[in-house]
């Protein structure tokens, strides 16, 4: 299975502070993508990350991807009360089927 | 101007029901999916549509089955509702079914089994 797991289940933080939340994978993966859900909403897509790459930006988000560790890490900088939401990774593997891990629920306190 | 649509937003029924769940999208994509979202927050795609042909039919029940008229519509139908299929229902699209693409959710449809 390439479902993946993020870390932690929950984090909360203050206003201003910055955020990391981790994600694990299983098999080997073409691309990792993660994706905001606010609560009672659809899945906003975030960013996306090739198995080649190692490092992305997008505006206050970073994304880290080591493929010998299979991992990825999702950083929110300067967090705000609006980031408040669950973020999930996903990745594809051989085929184009997207896994979604369990997700970490962001709370930040204003 | 939305991009994926889903109706209806609510549903509940009784056990043993047979009921629908349509969904758009206007954002032009060959490809559709069905996600299902338990209680959990854990997400598991069900079927996906490319070109309105089933190209994912991951192991769920023959109970759900997947309509897709044309390449804007994917629509689910339940038979025999039980109460395990309580549960988010999440289409969404991207512009073609290979690795690279994002995709768009819609709102979602959340259904109750009594």
């Known amino acids: 299975s390439q479902q993946g797991e993020e870390d932690p289940q929950a984090l909360s933080i203050q206003e201003g502070e910055n955020a990391t939340m981790n994600c694990s994978y299983k098999?080997?993966?073409?691309?990792l993508q993660w994706y905001r859900q606010n609560s009672g909403r659809g899945l906003v897509h975030l960013i996306l990350?090739?198995?080649?790459?190692r490092e992305k930006h997008s505006g206050r988000l970073r994304v880290t991807l080591d493929t010998s560790k299979k991992s990825s890490s999702l950083l929110i900088t300067a967090s705000r009360a609006a980031d408040t939401a669950s973020y999930f990774c996903?990745?594809?593997?051989?085929?184009?089927?997207?896994?979604f891990g369990k997700g970490t629920l962001l709370t930040v306190n204003p | 101007d939305t991009a994926v649509s889903q109706t209806p937003k609510y549903l509940v029924t009784q056990m043993g029901n047979d009921k629908s769940i349509k969904c758009e999208q206007n954002?032009?994509?060959?490809?559709m999916y069905w996600y299902k979202q338990d209680s959990k927050k854990f997400l598991k795609i069900m079927f996906s549509?490319?070109?309105?042909?089933?190209?994912i039919n991951e192991t769920v029940p023959n109970r759900f089955s997947p309509k897709s008229p044309d390449k804007a519509h994917l629509n689910l139908h339940i038979n025999s509702l039980e109460l395990g299929d309580s549960a988010v229902y999440f289409c969404?699209?991207?512009?073609?079914?290979?690795?690279?693409?994002?995709?768009?959710f819609g709102p979602g449809t959340r259904l109750t089994v009594l």
């Open positions: 098999t080997s993966i073409n691309n």
């Open positions: 954002l032009g994509h060959d490809t």
């Open positions: 996903a990745n594809t593997g051989s085929n184009y089927k997207l896994t």
């Open positions: 969404a699209s991207s512009r073609t079914s290979g690795s690279y693409n994002e995709q768009f």
């Open positions: 549509y490319n070109n309105k042909e089933l190209i």
């Open positions: 990350i090739r198995s080649n790459e």
